[in-house]
């Protein structure tokens, strides 16, 4: 405060005045103020990042380990309603892996995808199988998979899915503005020539 400021008031009060404009205590805590809503918002970043990084580990992990559970049958039943029944065991196992996340909204389309015997580029769906509404391919469509992946008569089992991220602190974190649907996709080489989707059914020329 000037000096001029300091001469309108008592001469009496003018050290107190004076020690109350040297005294800093308090400083820390204003500055703190200041910075808190940014050390909040960092904060709950963090937890949302991680929290997000180990959920798409997990989805990764459901869908690599669907299409490596289906991958290790030789057939999945003895008819269409035994073989869906077996799968919908399977997806039982998948949610588990989700754990301790919610896995209402993973989606799953899992399908068997066979080369031509005289063209290894000429690859259509043998079967297809949906978990939670995923949309599939249907028999006999065209599907392109990765070149090289499969040899001439060759078969690999497909699986496409999906999730719905929810973030915890939506509109609060700049950029978190609502869910999220992430995606993956795997591919399996068969144990045998093929999955079966019924008991020989399956690994014979198609005829589409």
């Known amino acids: ?10 001469t009496s009060a003018r050290p107190s005045l004076r020690a109350l404009l040297g005294d800093r205590r ?15 918002l960092m904060l709950l970043g963090t937890m949302e990042l991680g929290r997000a990084i180990n959920m798409d580990r997990v989805f990764t992990m459901a869908t690599d ?24 065991s399977m997806m039982l196992s998948v949610k588990q892996i989700m754990q301790p996340y919610d896995s209402s909204s993973l989606a799953l389309g899992i399908f068997s995808v066979q ?40 078969s690999a089992i497909v699986v496409e899915s999906s999730y719905i991220f929810k973030p915890l602190f939506t509109n609060v974190i700049p950029g978190l503005s609502g869910n999220m649907t992430w995606t993956d996709k795997s591919f399996h080489s068969p144990r045998n020539s093929c999955v079966d989707y019924v008991k020989g059914d399956n690994c014979s020329t198609l005829s589409c």
């Open 1 to 10: 405060m000037p000096a001029s400021v300091l001469n309108r008031y008592p």
């Open 26 to 40: 308090g400083s820390a805590a204003i500055e703190f103020a200041f910075l808190l809503p940014l050390l909040t």
């Open 65 to 88: 380990t669907t299409g490596d559970l289906v991958a290790r049958e030789q057939y999945l039943g003895t008819s269409s309603t035994d073989a869906k029944s077996n799968l919908d």
């Open 115 to 154: 080369a031509s015997p005289t063209d290894a580029t000429n690859t259509r769906v043998v079967w297809s199988y949906s978990y939670n509404g995923k949309s599939v391919p249907s028999k006999c469509a065209t599907y392109t998979l990765p070149a090289g992946l499969v040899a001439k008569g060759g």
